[in-house]
């Protein structure tokens, strides 16, 4: 006797397609924020807005864009190889994790107005961490 547990159905295409799209999304949005982080003076990241930056450390900046750098090549690189896919999945945890944090610190500033976009790279993480582990994963090379 089956049991509907045991009748799975695969993803279908569109499901391994649309997640694509939300793992390129969310890379390139936590790519320009790792970019601007690693690579831009503070005074032009708080001139384009970032003003929490002129009161923390650089090194503090910098990690934090070291961290979305490793999010970013988790979220592609294991996926697109087939080599540790699940690597792809623990990278949106990770990236997950990083915006909650950012979540709390913006609302701890007052700064309710970026929440919006701190929502967003929320909905994506999750998107990506339920279909990849759940509804789409990606099967390791054989």
């Keep these: 006797m089956t049991t509907v547990d045991e009748?799975?159905?695969p993803p279908s295409k569109g499901w391994h397609i649309g997640l694509w799209v939300a793992q390129i999304a969310l890379a390139a949005l936590y790519g320009m924020a790792a970019y601007m982080?690693?690579?831009?003076?503070?005074?032009?990241l708080v001139a384009m807005?970032?003003?929490w930056v002129e009161n923390?450390?650089?090194?503090?900046?910098?990690?934090i864009g070291f961290a979305e750098l490793l999010g970013v090549i988790g979220l592609i690189l294991p996926a697109a190889t087939r080599i540790r896919p699940d690597l792809t999945v623990m990278a949106a945890w990770g990236l997950l994790v990083v915006q909650i944090l950012a979540i709390g610190f913006h609302m701890i500033r007052?700064?309710?107005s970026v929440l919006g976009f701190n929502a967003i790279y929320l909905a994506l993480c999750v998107l990506v961490i339920w279909g990849r582990s759940k509804k789409a994963p990606i099967a390791p090379r054989s």
């Design 56 to 63: 923390a450390p650089l090194l503090f900046v910098r990690a």
């Design 37 to 44: 982080k690693l690579l831009m003076s503070p005074a032009d």
């Design 110 to 112: 007052g700064e309710f």
């Design 49 to 51: 807005g970032l003003l």
């Design 7 to 9: 009748i799975a159905t």
